[in-house]
């Protein structure tokens, strides 16, 4: 029986927008009588891919464009469910440490909620599209030098004293909300061969992992995709782990990454990513950030769609996949698509373009006509 057409209940937890958890609560077990804390996440378009098909050698592909959630990246997912059990739970702080879209995330939702957030950040980690939303949404900033492991480790301590409740993806709940991103593309499309998804802290191949495997206990599918975790080549903790048939990342000192979002060197879900890409006979990989810079690029001018360089990991990784046969022509293959361009504009503005200036309205019709009759 077909997942999408099994009879539905309308449930809240995606923003009000009626999300088909058929009957099954236990696929997000909040208490009854939590007040949800909603942006209006959820719902993230499955764009198929068409103009860079043959760029990626495939027949079939589709990008989860999580850019698109309330604050423009797929972390609104599990911070809606976790700011409802810290509003549920009574709590005074919430904090976390980010490279940037968690911070983000968390500001909005704790506004929302009334509650006060503090954020620990990287000092010159964090592009200005992210931090810029964090200082909106009134959040108490420490800017710590190093990576983005110090600024865990302080939030690690100041939670094992009781002085914050954490909301980076340690916590629990967070995990619950970003699984349905899983949930999201089975509905959608039914079983797709691969699931390609940028790996930093690992949350999220975490998340999308016990999403499938939930389902499938459920029967609700009859075979798990395989997942690609895709890493930069300044920092993959796990890609290295991953080859050497470990089962706790190898930690990488000071990553370096044009992809901040992903450059994280001690993921704390490292284990339990190894354990779901194994589980699901799936690989983790590495890509450059010249390859995440033509991704993008590919995105963009493609199919329209503008992601983070983060996100594109996931293309670079699935283009690199295809090239090396890992992944065949006509698997059925999803790439998540994490966050907005928006979030680093420096970065887009690397990308090469043609401009032109104009003095005055006269020369700038004559350009005009000169480059439509080229």
């Known amino acids: ?55 990626l050698g495939l027949r079939e592909a589709y990008a989860k464009f999580e850019g698109v959630n309330s604050t423009g990246s797929f972390k609104d997912r599990g911070m809606t469910v976790a700011m409802t059990m810290a509003k549920y739970l009574k709590v005074p702080l919430v904090a976390c440490a980010s490279t940037g879209n968690t911070s983000a995330s968390m500001t909005a939702y704790a506004s929302r909620a009334g509650i006060k957030p503090l954020i620990v950040l990287p000092k010159g980690r964090v592009a200005r599209g992210k931090l810029s939303q964090a200082i909106l949404h009134g ?7 190093g990576g ?11 939670s094992r004293r009781g002085i ?18 899983a949930y999201e593309i089975i509905d959608e499309i039914g079983d797709p061969d691969w699931i390609v ?31 690609a975790g895709v890493q930069t080549a300044g920092a993959a903790p796990l890609v290295r782990a991953f ?41 983790f990989l590495e890509v450059s950030d010249e390859e995440i810079l033509e991704a993008q690029r590919i995105l963009a001018r493609y199919e329209g769609l503008g992601v ?47 401009s032109y200036e104009a003095k005055d309205i006269r020369e700038a019709l004559t350009l005009i006509q000169r480059l439509t009759s080229a």
């Open 1 to 55: 029986m077909e997942f999408r057409k099994r009879p539905s209940i309308s449930w809240d937890m995606l923003g009000g927008r009626p999300f088909r958890l058929w009957r099954y609560k236990e696929l997000i077990p909040i208490p009854d009588d939590v007040q949800i804390i909603s942006l209006g996440e959820g719902g993230t378009p499955l764009t198929k891919l068409v103009k860079s098909l043959d760029q």
């Open 139 to 145: 959040a108490r900033i420490i800017l710590i030098e």
């Open 148 to 158: 983005f492991d110090n600024a865990l480790r302080v939030i690690l301590e100041v």
């Open 164 to 181: 914050v409740y954490p909301l980076n993806s340690i916590n629990p709940w967070r995990i619950e909300g970003q699984k349905t991103i």
């Open 197 to 227: 998804v940028p790996v930093g802290n690992a949350g999220n191949i975490t998340a999308i992992w016990k999403g499938l495997v939930e389902l499938k206990r459920f029967g609700l599918i009859d075979e798990l995709p395989r997942l």
């Open 243 to 283: 080859k050497m048939g470990l089962e706790e990342p190898l930690p990488v000192e000071n990553p370096e990454t044009i992809a901040t979002a992903i450059g994280i060197g001690r993921p704390v879900h490292g284990s339990r990513a190894l354990r779901a890409v194994r589980g699901s006979k799936g690989i």
């Open 308 to 354: 983070e360089p983060a996100s594109a990991a996931s293309i670079a990784g699935l283009k690199k996949l295809r090239e090396e046969g890992i992944v065949d022509r006509d698997e059925k293959v999803i790439a998540i698509a994490t966050g907005h361009a928006l979030k680093d504009p420096d970065t887009a503005l690397l990308h090469e373009t043609t």
